[in-house]
């Protein structure tokens, strides 16, 4: 006897995978589908993953209300989101105009516009209400099939409201279905106080900043913007190292719109994960797929900054690395929809809609460590499912500019049902 039944899916595409081991190369076009499908859920966990007539043969439910029939529909893993910026106030709209009139993404910057504009309004913001909005920001993202999302700090930028911020990713995991893992970023821009003094602010993220987040017990991982003009190699590589000291795992941020060297940075630290690569050297990339480090690639930021420059990714795969994808839903670039990314990926990166889906579901799990559990069907895993209204894989970069999504489940449970 079983909580949940899901049958008759026209294509369920597993992922099942070897824990701790992200796809890469031609692994990423193996989906693990199985055809005329059916899973057994029970205490929010996937008891089996199968062919409908086997999966009925071994398994009831108390009552019809407890089967879900997903005949001409396709089932993949809950969207994992491995690199969002949701705790913020205000929004930027009026910047569109500005990049349409040939305003660069740094020019803005420099007259007090891009993350210094959301600085100010967050910290204006309340607790309740960076809440309130980074919970709209959520039931959108639940929507449309994400399950597992990281979010950073960065808009803080002072030791006071950059905990405000991660107490409000923490209220966020606690009272939203999806899961919301915590990304300490003081180092996200130097805020306008210490413009002619950025020294001073690095050493405040070392020594008051990462020891109290450290303290408090508020972040799983720390994320550094290691670009020109923001933070050099030299200030990455110690913020990175003091937060490894206090036992946060290293993401960067990396090499987005000029060529810092930043890849071989990130394989130096052994980094969780690198987002960006827009400008990533040849001799960084390689060093990255020695070391096996995730590239999450956010192929929504050069779309929004209207560029024509994508990661490389087809590049990138033929070396070896593993790829993510993310939605880096921020300010700049507002979307929720891993459905979205994945069309941008295919379109613009060149990658297949296997690929596509291999990198929004478990190798996003992988770079945040969290593919033990989620990330793919299988038994064992948390029974965190999209069901779509499509009949394969393949629709959810071919039928853009829609949710696909007929139902979601999280954590055994429907959460959302179109």
Sequence with gaps: MVDLLIIKASQIATLNSVYGVPRIGNEMQELGLIHNGAIAIKDEIIMEVGETNKILSKYDVKNNESV????????TPGFVDPHTHIIFAGSRENELEMKLKGKTYLEILEDGGGILKSVRATRNASLDTLV??????????????????ETKTGYGLTTEDEIKSLKTIRKLNQTHPIDVIATFMGAHAIPPEYKNHPEEYVRLIIKEMIPKVSEMKLAEFCDVFCEEGIF????????????????????????EIVDTNGAQLAAELDVSQAGHLLKSNLKGLKAMAKKKIIATLLPGTPFCLMQNDYAPARSMINLGIPIALSTDLNPNCWTE????????????????PAEALAA?????ACALKRDNIIGSLEKGKKADINIFDVPNYQFLAYHFGVNLVSKVIKNGKIVVEN
């Design 132 to 149: 309130q909005n980074g919970t709209q920001i959520l039931d959108t993202m639940l929507k449309y099939g994400t399950t597992t999302v």
């Design 68 to 75: 879900i029939d997903a005949s001409g529909k396709l089932i």
């Design 337 to 352: 929809s891993m459905q979205m990314i994945i069309t941008l990926a295919c379109y613009e990166m060149g990658l297949t």
């Design 232 to 255: 050099s190699i030299e200030e990455s590589r110690r913020i990175l190292k003091t937060g490894q000291k206090y036992e946060l795992i290293p993401q960067i941020h990396i090499d």
């Design 360 to 364: 929004s579901t478990l190798n996003s």
